[in-house]
Nanobody
Framework: QVQLVESGGGLVHPGGSLRLSCVAS????????MGWYRQAPGKQRELVAS???????NYADSVKGRFTISRDNAKNTVYLQMNSLKPEDTVVYYC???????????WGQGTQVTVSP
């Protein structure tokens, strides 16, 4: 039915870059807000960046100026460009799809980002 499939995670050195991708299926993509969250072991999942169906952007203070979220409705895909990565960015990142006129929130399986010297 609904699937969100993340890719692009991996190991990178401090100061490096990664681009995460999330391909959605089973939804009318253009009607959903899309987001990226991250969750460290034993901690609550936190919002990293989001983009509404109309293109409004929101970022966590910790990633402002370093990360950029974007969406390509023709490809049913949301991206997270991550630059100037820090060791504290090491965590599992999750893609989300949020239907704003109801109470539907979907999650991907997560992709691991590791920033290490």
């Amino acid at each position: 039915q609904v699937q969100l499939v993340e890719s692009g995670g991996g190991l990178v050195h401090p100061g490096g870059s990664l681009r995460l991708s999330c391909v959605a299926s089973g939804i009318i993509f253009s009607n959903y807000g899309m987001g990226w969250y991250r969750q460290a072991p034993g901690k609550q999942r936190e919002l990293v960046a989001s983009i509404t169906f109309s293109g409004n952007l929101n970022y966590a203070d910790s990633v402002k100026g370093r990360f950029t979220i974007s969406r390509d409705n023709a490809k049913n895909t949301v991206y997270l460009q991550m630059n100037s990565l820090k060791p504290e960015d090491t965590v599992v990142y999750y893609c989300s799809a949020d239907y704003p006129w109801g109470h539907r929130l979907y999650w991907g399986q997560g992709t691991q980002v590791t920033v290490s010297p």
